[in-house]
């Protein structure tokens, strides 16, 4: 539920207007998994603009994860 809060967040706060989130249950698509090379979760993709980035684990820290999918963080 922690990782589902975050992701609202930086789609709300930090993602360019048009950017589209899509939340999956591996649970009810595992080959969502497979499809996506998700190893662990949580694990948000990042797949436009390239260079593709993945983060995996804990969403909390927001500026840290910004970095990592290469977000700024003023929209």
Not at 11 to 16: G, T, V, W
Not at 23 to 28: A, M, N
Not at 43 to 48: E, F, G, S, Y
Request: overall charge positive; aromatic content about 2%; glycine content about 4%.
């Amino acid at each position: 539920m922690a990782a589902l809060r975050s992701v609202k967040i930086l789609e709300q706060e930090y993602l360019p207007s048009g950017s589209r989130v899509e939340v999956i249950d591996l649970l009810e698509n595992p080959d969502a998994a497979v499809n996506e090379n998700v190893l662990a979760i949580p694990t948000v993709v990042k797949a436009r603009p390239n260079p593709v980035r993945r983060l995996v684990g804990n969403l909390n820290d927001l500026s840290k994860a910004l970095k990592i999918l290469g977000v700024s963080e003023t929209k």
